[in-house]
């Protein structure tokens, strides 16, 4: 079975500071991964997505993420963060798209509250 | 592209009565659509698996009788929560995933709808 952990529940960061988040999932098969975001009241939008190839990927807002498959890896990063940042992020992991595959396992959540 | 709606946002209602929730994919076809239930300060948590034409896939634990779900378009499902009572009280969030190749493994999100059950 599948499963993500997001061992951060909450990280505070000042303004304009670098801030990671951790997900690592396990899985016996190839995976696709996902890091989704919630702003309060909101649903969850997509930040950035591995399917294959590069395992850096990133997003149109300064984030990143590697896929790393050794560590069974997935932490988003962003050099300098913005108070519009703050919001919660979400770690997804999916093993395929069709019939009972493809259903998204998320982590718990981290929240990123960013102080001026 | 890839737009999820969801109405009502918010709904409050008394114990006893049903609540319909609508999910629509505004600018695609949506092969897939799945509901999740988020609690607070929680992650989410699928509550079933719908199919455009068949009868949706409910996750261990939910009631399908309790929880009515019809996807009856490529556009369209909606997600009936019978007789309710306050525990059912929560936040639902629908999301879609289109059918074309290169694009089947990512799921779309609709702004969800909080329910409040008196």
């Known amino acids: 079975a599948q499963s993500v952990t997001q061992l951060d529940s909450q990280v505070p960061v000042f303004e304009e500071a670098p801030v990671e988040l951790r997900c690592n999932y396990s899985?016996?098969?190839?995976?696709?991964l996902f890091w989704y975001v919630q702003y309060p009241n909101q649903g969850l939008q997509l930040l950035l997505k591995?399917?294959?190839?590069?395992?850096l990927v990133e997003s149109i807002n300064g984030f990143e993420a590697e896929f790393n498959k050794s560590q069974t890896s997935f932490h988003l990063r962003k050099p300098s963060v913005h108070i519009s940042d703050t919001a919660e992020y979400f770690c997804?992991?999916?093993?395929?798209?069709?019939?009972?595959?493809?259903?998204?396992?998320f982590g718990k959540g981290t929240k990123l509250s960013v102080k001026p | 592209g890839a737009v999820v709606s969801q109405h009502p946002s918010w709904v409050i209602c008394k114990s006893g009565t049903s609540v319909k929730i609508e999910c629509r994919s505004l600018?695609?076809?949506?092969?897939?659509m799945f509901w999740y239930r988020q609690f607070p300060k929680q992650s989410l948590m699928l509550m079933a698996t719908?199919?455009?034409?068949?009868?949706?896939?409910?996750e261990q634990g939910v009631e399908k009788d309790k929880f009515l779900i019809n996807h009856a378009s490529l556009t369209l499902s909606t997600l009936t929560v019978t007789s309710a009572h306050p525990e059912d009280s929560s936040f639902y969030i629908c999301?879609?995933?289109?059918?074309?190749?290169?694009?089947?493994?990512?799921?779309?999100f609709g702004p969800g709808t909080r329910l409040l059950v008196l």
């Open positions: 999301s879609a995933r289109e059918g074309l190749a290169g694009n089947q493994e990512t799921q779309y």
């Open positions: 899985s016996s098969v190839s995976v696709y």
């Open positions: 591995y399917l294959s190839g590069s395992t």
């Open positions: 997804a992991v999916s093993d395929g798209y069709g019939g009972s595959q493809g259903n998204l396992i």
């Open positions: 600018d695609f076809q949506a092969t897939t």
């Open positions: 719908s199919n455009e034409g068949s009868k949706a896939t409910y």
